[in-house]
Structure formats: structure tokens, C-alpha cells
């Protein structure tokens, strides 16, 4: 299955595309795709390995946020899937 990836951040090691095997989860998903990135150590729990987006990361599931899904991060994916990434930015001085 072909799962589309949008970001609003350049992230060199996600791309645009990824195969999933059926079945697959959203979490399972972004914990691979992130597993590999600058952000890791941010959104990965080094003893537990429990992916955590919050305050780092807005992530949709073809436009609808990932918190108003029924099963939240457990969702399972579908073939043709969109799932953008959004940086939360917050400014402060």
C-alpha cells in the first residue's frame, strides 16, 4: 500500500511516499519514519520507544486531525492515505 506524506518542514529523510504493509498503524508509521531523522530524540522515547507529537508535531490523516480520529494514533492506514506533518512553531521573547 502507498501512503502519501506532505510536511510543512523540509526533513530530508521522510519522503513523499512509503510503502506500509496492510494493517499498518499510524504510529507505527511516523515512530519508522521519524526513527531516522534530527526530530528522533524528540519524538521517541528512548527506553519505551512510544512515539510522543505532542507539542512538537501536528499530524493529520487526509486533513483531519489525528485527535479526532476515533482510534487517535492507532488508526489503521489505507492505500492512498495522506498523512501531512506540520512543525508547531512557538515564538516567545
Known sequence: MKIRIKKTVEIPEIPGEVDVRPGETL???LTGLFA???FAGEVIDDSTGALSLDGQFQVFLND???HSLPEDME??????D?????LILIGGG
Open 36 to 38: 531516522g531523522t534530527y
Open 75 to 80: 488508526t489503521r492506514l489505507r492505500d492512498d
Open 82 to 86: 495522506l498523512v501531512k506533518l506540520s
Open 27 to 29: 504510529a507505527n508509521l
Open 64 to 66: 483531519v486531525p489525528v
